[in-house]
């Protein structure tokens, strides 16, 4: 039955509607389990391209090595593909990091005090920091910092794995020239010279070793992310 003096379009008004303790918990409890569920979602994203990544790698050693006459480009073109891959995790990891930032302060702030039997949360208002997030998300790591931290992760061994089986393949599976013609051609405008693939291997260990050693390990707030997702 529709009380007197209100209409059924009149808007809920909350903040003038005292909550009970049981009800905040509950609601507390309920976000929790949705921004975990997201949180656990992006995930598995992750895993998914980490999955690609390596499936990949393993697909071009096979095809690398199966034939002598295979080119080491292959492998050197598998280096690029290989980086696609680890910009969409990246770019995954920031998505993430967003969903793990709440359920870590809920968990820190809610959940932390609870267990101990202490109502004083570790940081204070933190209830409003993740209402102003839930209206307007943003990231909070850079594009950099998450790249260095899913090369320090996972992608690094990627790279070491290719790299030797490059210099693997250029010394075990030579193409030596068996006639003269052959050199020639080999000598020509259409032949890729030697120091092409050393300039490539050369200036991407440069960049992901500068990115490792001089990349953003922390975010504006001075908060560690690297810890945050395994």
Known sequence: MQEPGRSDSAPADYESTPV?????????????????????????????????????????????????????WILLMGIALITVF???????????????VRVRRIEENFYGPLLRRDPVSPEREWGKLVAEDLFRPRFKITRLCALRTRLLRNYWAIYVVLLFAWVTKLFSQPQPARAWAEIKRRLGEDLVPWWVPLCYVSAFLLATTALAVLGPRVDGDGHEHDSIIP
Do not use: K, P
């Open 86 to 100: 680890w910009g969409f995790e990246a770019r995954r990891y920031r998505f993430a990091d967003v969903w793990y």
């Open 20 to 72: 009970t303790r049981a009800e905040y918990i509950a609601a507390i409890v309920h976000l929790y389990r949705g921004e975990l569920y997201r949180a656990n979602s992006w995930r598995i994203r992750l895993d998914n391209t980490t999955n690609w990544a390596v499936l990949t790698t393993a697909g071009l050693l096979s095809f690398s090595f199966s034939e002598a006459a295979h080119s080491h």
